[in-house]
C-alpha cells in the first residue's frame, strides 16, 4: 500500500512539475522565418520554412504580395526535456511560386500562437529569368554550383588574327550532368575555331570549393573591326538532387551527410543554359600601309623554308619543290607563295597539307609542287617569297627563301619551248606551244540530248513504271476477286453438305418409324461413310473402320456405331426402336460437329 | 484516185527536203566538230573549246563533244571547266573509260584526291543515280512479270523465291539511288583560288580556300553567292561566277555563247 501511495504521489509531482516547466514555456514563444533558397528561376518553386519556438500549435496566415503565390506544405513539431527544462517548436513550410521576375520583400508572416500574434522578420527575395544562370559576378561565381568562365590573353586584336581562348565550365563536385553541349558564341563579331570533340576533364580548388572543371582550347577571330562583347554560352543537362531535408528534419544530422545523400536524394533533369562574362575586345582592320602584293591574309608569326628535289636533273624532268610555313596563326589564310613568272619553267598546281602541333592555330603547312625545266640554261630554282602580318611588330613581314641551286642538263634539240600561260594563249593564238597534251580525242560526235537529266523525269521511265504499277494493281485485285470467290464457293459446300444431311437424316427417321432395322443400320454405315469421305477428302465408298478411327477424334462414338453397321452387315441383329432412335440422335449430334 | 497522185508526190518532195536537211546539218556538224579537233591538234585550245561549246549550243549535250571540250580546257589550264565537262560527259556516257580515265588522271595532276570512303559508300558509289534507277527499273519489271506468270501458272514454285529475290534486289537499287540523289544534285568549281565567305558579300570574312575542281554540293542561292559544302562537310559561299552546276542544258551553253 505504502509502494502505491509512493508512485502515485511521484506521478503527481512529475506531472505538476511538467504542468508548471510547460506553463512557464508557453509565455516564451517566438517566430522566425528562412528562405531555403533565396534567388530562384521563373520557373522553379522556392521555400520558406516559418519555425515557431515554444507553442505547440500555431495559425500562420502569408502575406499578400504582388508576384508572388505562397502555398502551404508540410509541418513538422519538435519537443525536447532536457534537464526538467521543456521546449517546443513547430515549423511551416510554404512553398514559393513567382509569376514575374524581379527583386522583391517578402513581408512578415503573421503567427497567431496561444492567445499571442507574433511577426516574422521581412526577407529579401530574388525571382530570375526561365533556366538562365547569369553569368557570375566576382561574387556570386565564389557560392554558384556551376560557371563558365572564358580567359584570353589579348584584348586587342586585328581582324582575321587568330586569339587562343580558355573555355572553362566549372561544376560544383558531386553535381551530376547528363549532357553537356560545346560552348557557342553569342554575338556576329567573331567565329571560333571547331572544338576537340572531348574536353580536357580536370577537378579544381576553387575559393575552397571542389569543382569539376571541362576546359575546351580553341582560337577565335573578329570578322568586323570595332569594340565587340566576346561572350560564350553552354547548353547542359544537369540532374539536380532533390534533397528529402524536410522528412529528416528531426532526424540525426549524421543522415544529412553527403554520403547518404548520394542515397538518399533524387534528381531532376534542369536544361541550363551558362553564360560567361563578356570580354570586351577591340578589333582592328589591317593597316593598308605597306601592304605587300603578295599578301593572302596570313596573319600570326611564321618561318619559311624551301627545298627541293631532285636538284641533278635533265631538261624535262620535273623538280618537286617544298615550301614548308610553320610557325602561328591563322593557317587557313596561308596560301602556296606564287612560283614566279620566269622563263624556262612550267608549274603544275601545288598540293597542301597541315600538321597542327599544339592548336588548330600552330603547326606547319606543307606545300608540294611540281615544277619542269625547259631549258638546260637554268641553274637555280628562282627564290620565292612568303609574307604575312605580325600582330606582335605590327608589320608587314616578306620572308625570301635563298635560290636553290640546279644542274640541268639536256641537249638543244629536246629543249622544249618554254611553257605559255592561259592568258597569253588568248592574246596570240599563233605562238602556240608545240607540246602535245596526253589525251584521247574522239571522232565522232555522238548522239544529241538537250539536257543532263535524271532518269525519274523521262517520259519512258515514268510510262514503263506506272504499266508496272498497273499490272501489279490488276493483279492484286485479280487475287483479292479470286479469295472472295473461292470464300463464297466454301460457303456454299457447306450449306450444301448441311442440306444433304438433314435428307439423309430424315430418311432415316423413316426407317425408325417403320421398325426396319436392317434399313436403318445400312443407312447408317453409307451416311458415316458420306460424311467421313467429304470431311477426310477420301471416296466415300472406300471409307472403312480405320479411316474413321484416324480421322475423327478417339473414343468418337461415331466409331462404334460405324464398327456396329459393320457386324450388323455380317451377322442381322435386331435393334428396337429406342435403340435406333439413341443412335439417330447421337449420329445426328456426331455428323453435325463433323460438317 | 487523181487526187492521190499529186498528193504523194508533194509527201515525197517534203520527206527527201526534210531527208536532206537533216544530213546537211549532220555534215555541218561533222565539219565543225572536225575543224575543233583539228584546233586541238594545232595547240590552239581556246579556239576548239570555244568550237565545241557552239556545238553543244547548236546541237545539244553528248558525251563525246564534252569529253573533246574537257580535253581542250584541260590542255588550256582551265582545270576546273575541265573537270565539269569530264563529270558531264560522264552523266552521259557512264561507262565510258575514256572519259573516267581523263578524269582521274586530271584530278591527280591537281592534287584533287578523293578520301576513302566507308565500304558502303563505295558500293553505292559504283554506280551513279541514273544507273542506280535504271538498274532498280529492270527489277521491279522483272518482279511483275514474275508475280504475273505466277498468277497465271500457279505450279510454277520457282516464280514465287523469283519475285522475292528481285523485290529484295529492287529495295537495294532504291537506297542505292537514294543515296546518290546528293551527289547527282552536285557542281563543281571553276574558278582558280575561290574563297569561301562566311557571308554573301564581297567584304565578308573568309573560311579558306577551296580548290578549282572541287566538287561541292550546292545548298542555297543568294544575291549572286552560292552557298556550297564540300565533301569535307566545309561550308560557305562562293561567287556565282566561281561555280557551276553538272546538270545543264544545251541552252545554257546558248546562253554563254550568246554573252560572250
Not at chain 2, 143 to 162: D, N, S, V, Y
Amino acid at each position: 500500500m505504502k509502494r502505491h501511495s509512493l508512485a502515485t504521489v511521484t506521478v503527481l509531482v512529475l506531472l505538476v512539475l511538467a504542468a508548471s516547466t510547460m506553463a512557464n514555456a508557453s509565455d516564451d514563444i517566438s517566430a522566425s522565418a528562412t528562405l531555403t533558397r533565396s534567388e530562384i528561376a521563373i520557373n522553379e518553386t522556392g521555400s520558406i520554412d516559418i519555425t515557431v519556438n515554444g507553442a505547440r500549435s500555431a495559425r500562420i496566415t502569408p502575406p499578400q504580395i504582388d508576384g508572388l503565390l505562397f502555398s502551404q506544405g508540410g509541418q513538422s513539431s519538435r519537443m525536447q526535456i532536457i534537464n526538467g527544462n521543456y521546449s517546443s517548436s513547430i515549423t511551416t513550410t510554404f512553398y514559393i511560386q513567382a509569376e514575374k521576375e524581379g527583386s522583391y520583400t517578402i513581408p512578415p508572416f503573421i503567427i497567431n500562437a496561444g492567445k499571442k500574434e507574433l511577426t516574422t522578420e521581412s526577407l529579401p527575395f530574388t525571382v530570375t529569368a526561365k533556366n538562365a544562370i547569369k553569368p557570375p559576378t566576382e561574387e556570386s561565381q565564389d557560392n554558384a554550383a556551376v560557371f563558365l568562365t572564358i580567359s584570353s590573353v589579348k584584348p586587342n586584336i586585328y581582324v582575321g588574327e587568330l586569339v587562343p581562348l580558355t573555355i572553362k565550365a566549372y561544376f560544383k563536385e558531386g553535381m551530376r550532368a547528363e549532357s553537356i553541349e560545346p560552348p557557342m558564341l553569342s554575338g556576329e563579331a567573331f567565329v571560333l575555331s571547331p572544338f576537340e570533340p572531348q574536353p580536357q576533364q580536370t577537378s579544381e580548388l576553387y575559393q575552397g570549393r571542389r569543382y569539376s572543371v571541362l576546359t575546351w582550347q580553341t582560337t577565335a577571330s573578329a570578322i568586323k573591326e570595332g569594340e565587340h562583347k566576346l561572350m560564350l554560352q553552354l547548353n547542359a543537362t544537369l540532374l539536380v538532387p532533390q534533397r528529402r531535408q524536410r522528412q529528416m528534419r528531426n532526424i540525426d544530422p549524421f543522415f544529412d551527410d553527403d554520403f547518404f545523400s548520394n542515397f538518399l536524394d533524387s534528381y531532376q533533369k534542369k536544361k541550363v543554359t551558362l553564360e560567361s562574362r563578356a570580354l570586351q575586345i577591340t578589333a582592328r582592320s589591317l593597316p593598308k600601309q605597306g601592304r605587300p602584293d603578295n599578301f593572302t591574309g596570313a596573319i600570326g608569326n611564321f618561318d619559311f623554308t624551301v627545298s627541293a628535289s631532285p636538284t641533278k636533273i635533265s631538261v624535262g624532268d620535273p623538280v618537286t619543290v617544298t615550301m614548308t610555313i610553320s610557325g602561328e596563326g591563322n593557317f587557313d589564310r596561308v596560301t602556296c607563295p606564287p612560283f614566279p613568272e620566269e622563263e624556262g619553267w612550267k608549274t603544275y598546281t601545288p598540293t597542301s597539307d597541315f600538321k597542327e602541333e599544339g592548336g588548330h592555330h600552330q603547326g606547319k603547312k606543307v606545300f608540294e609542287q611540281a615544277v619542269v625545266a625547259d631549258s638546260d640554261d637554268i641553274d637555280h630554282l628562282p627564290a620565292l617569297q612568303f609574307s604575312f602580318f605580325d600582330p606582335e611588330k605590327e608589320a608587314y613581314i616578306t620572308k625570301t627563301t635563298a635560290p636553290v641551286a640546279l644542274t640541268v642538263s639536256g641537249s638543244s634539240s629536246t629543249v622544249k619551248p618554254p611553257a605559255i600561260k592561259r592568258q597569253q594563249v588568248q592574246a596570240q593564238p599563233q605562238n602556240q606551244p608545240e607540246e602535245k597534251p596526253d589525251a584521247t580525242i574522239k571522232l565522232e560526235t555522238g548522239k544529241f540530248q538537250d539536257k543532263i537529266i535524271s532518269l525519274y523525269r523521262t517520259p519512258w521511265f515514268l510510262a514503263a513504271v506506272i504499266i508496272c504499277t498497273l499490272i501489279l494493281l490488276c493483279l492484286l485485285f485479280a487475287v483479292l476477286v479470286q479469295r472472295q470467290r473461292n470464300k463464297n464457293s466454301a460457303a456454299l459446300t457447306l450449306k450444301r453438305q448441311k442440306r444433304l444431311l438433314t435428307e439423309q437424316l430424315e430418311g432415316l427417321q423413316q426407317y425408325i418409324d417403320n421398325n426396319d432395322s436392317n434399313g436403318f443400320m445400312e443407312n447408317s454405315r453409307r451416311i458415316l461413310q458420306q460424311a467421313v469421305g467429304r470431311y477426310a477428302r477420301i471416296e466415300p465408298s472406300t471409307v472403312t473402320l480405320a479411316d474413321l478411327r484416324a480421322h475423327l477424334p478417339a473414343q468418337s462414338p461415331l466409331c462404334a456405331l460405324f464398327e456396329a453397321t459393320e457386324q450388323h452387315a455380317f451377322a442381322k441383329m435386331n435393334l428396337s426402336t429406342e435403340e435406333m432412335r439413341h443412335s439417330y440422335s447421337m449420329l445426328r449430334e456426331e455428323l453435325e460437329k463433323i460438317i | 484516185m487523181k487526187l492521190r497522185l499529186p498528193t504523194l508526190t508533194l509527201l515525197v518532195l517534203v520527206l527527201l527536203q526534210t531527208c536532206s536537211a537533216i544530213a546537211g546539218n549532220n555534215h555541218k556538224i561533222n565539219d565543225t566538230f572536225q575543224e575543233a579537233a583539228e584546233f586541238f591538234n594545232q595547240g590552239r585550245y581556246d579556239t576548239a573549246a570555244s568550237e565545241y561549246r557552239k556545238i553543244i549550243a547548236q546541237n545539244g549535250l553528248s558525251a563525246e563533244v564534252l569529253h573533246n571540250l574537257g580535253n581542250s580546257y584541260a590542255a588550256a589550264e582551265q582545270n576546273g571547266l575541265a573537270i565539269l565537262s569530264y563529270l558531264r560527259a560522264q552523266r552521259l556516257a557512264p561507262t565510258d573509260a575514256d572519259i573516267s580515265g581523263e578524269l582521274t588522271s586530271l584530278r591527280k595532276k591537281m592534287g584533287l584526291f578523293e578520301e576513302e570512303a566507308p565500304l558502303l559508300q563505295t558500293l553505292v558509289n559504283f554506280f551513279d543515280m541514273n544507273q542506280w534507277l535504271l538498274i532498280a527499273l529492270c527489277c521491279y519489271m522483272l518482279t511483275t512479270l514474275a508475280l504475273l506468270l505466277h498468277f497465271f501458272f500457279r505450279r510454277a514454285k520457282w516464280l514465287r523465291p523469283c519475285s522475292l529475290v528481285t523485290t529484295a534486289a529492287l529495295c537495294v537499287c532504291l537506297f542505292g539511288a537514294w543515296q546518290q540523289y546528293i551527289p547527282w544534285q552536285s557542281g563543281v568549281i571553276t574558278a582558280p583560288q575561290t574563297t569561301l565567305l562566311m557571308s554573301p558579300f564581297e567584304s565578308a570574312a573568309s573560311l579558306g580556300i577551296i580548290p578549282e575542281g572541287s566538287v561541292v554540293f550546292d545548298v542555297k542561292y543568294h544575291n549572286g553567292y552560292h552557298y556550297v559544302q564540300d565533301g569535307r562537310g566545309r561550308a560557305g559561299w562562293v561567287k556565282g561566277n566561281s561555280y557551276e552546276k553538272i546538270n545543264t542544258s544545251s541552252a545554257s551553253y546558248a546562253a554563254e555563247n550568246g554573252a560572250d
